[in-house]
């Protein structure tokens, strides 16, 4: 048997007032896939990822998580964002929390975890990212890559379904890119569902399983890395792969 | 000028406990007041936020010391009433009086501070609670409430000491702070140096209170 899809957009359309931001976007996202949504900048990569935590809302279509299909019920809301994490490019990291104290915030308080049995499960992924040695260091102490890594623990933390990364490199150093890019890479190793929008090529050719590629709100393009870097069939991925080769 | 602290050093200790606790306590009590009105000022829309404005508006717009007669001496006419309702007790004390018009003052100062800090706090602040699923009480409670603090303790330093040099006023409905000792002891020597000390006093507690403050601060460090 088939298992269900992790995420599956229908026909979902998004308007911010009258501009047309997401149009008929159609994508089933498989568990335990791992998928690369990239497109010039304003073309919807980061609502669409946005949608799917109800960070943004719809206005028509059908949005699917978890077997769980998003309305606006605040209890349906809950419990899909209960299921998955999400990276930002600006870390967003509590500046007045500890790095353990970031991990345990929500595990604490939302899911009523004992502290004792929170913290142990924070410093099991703190480890995982490697920052187990920072746990007691506040975010304004850490650098941009560790302060992602951290990001990525505490997402983890609540061991989600899925995994949400928007532009999580886009902010970092070439040498902190490359270490959050590692621990994202060991997360795809280990099953996890992914979805990432990244300028990153190198990471989607290495680790994910099929690459979209959007521009103006539609999705023009799916494919595996292989074919979608080498003979893009669009002629606009052809362009937009020609801009990122040659900056 | 060392004569007329020695000799009276009973009744200035007395007045320099008086204004650094009721500025104290009033302002301790005007940020607990302030808390609600400051974050529905900040959040809320329809009756509730249009009652923060009226209160805001009311007691910032008027002068502390107005404030401070109409309490004591306004009050004052509706003793039956007030006795009737058993609240004499309250308005017949000039230091009761006194402390509700400055908690009044400075609630309406420490609400607009309040909101300010909320409002300056970041959309994705706002998005990463929603994305780690807090309930609106925790992401109050552990994330807005102590951002929000940090970002207003500044300004609210510079209410508290403000409030200590309006606590002066108090010194016109007859309590015996700094000033009102001040008062008195001149009335018996007639020596305007008096004054002077009593501008030194000031000077020092205000001095105390911001090293106090900076200490404080300090403690913020993850501010950086």
Known sequence: MVSPPAISFEKLNKYYGKFHVLKDIDLEVAKGERIVVCGPSGSGKSTLIRCINRLETHQSGRLIVDQCEMNNTPSTVRRIRDRVGMCFQHFNLYPHLTALENCTLSLIYTRKMPPKEAKQRAMEYLARVRMDGFAQKYPSQLSGGQQQRVAIARSLCIQPEVMLFDEPTSALDPESISEVLDVMADLAIGGMTMICVTHEMGFARKVADRVVFMDAGEIVEIADPETFFTSPSHERSARFLQQIINH | MFDLYLDYIDRWSHGLWLTASMSTLSVLIGF??????????????????????????????????????????????????????????????????????????????????????????STSVIETNAALNLTRWTAFRRVLLPIAFAKALPPLGNEYILMVKATSLLAIITVFDLMGEARTIFSETLDLGVYYVAAIHYLVLVLAIEWTLRRVEARFKWMA
């Not at chain 2, 829309?45 to 309490?71: E, H, S």
């Not at chain 2, 009050?75 to 009761?96: C, P, T, V």
């Open chain 2, 32 to 121: 607990l007041v302030a808390l609600p009105i400051g974050f529905v000022r900040s959040r809320a829309k329809g009756p509730l936020a249009w009652l923060a404005i009226a209160y805001v508006n009311l007691f910032r717009g008027m002068p502390l010391l107005v404030l401070m007669f109409l309490v004591y001496y306004g009050f004052g006419q509706f003793n039956s009433e007030l006795r009737a309702m058993g609240l004499w007790w309250f308005f017949r004390d000039a230091y009761f009086c006194g402390m509700l018009a400055l908690v009044l003052n400075t609630s309406a100062y420490q609400a607009e501070i309040i909101r300010g800090s909320l409002d300056t706090i």
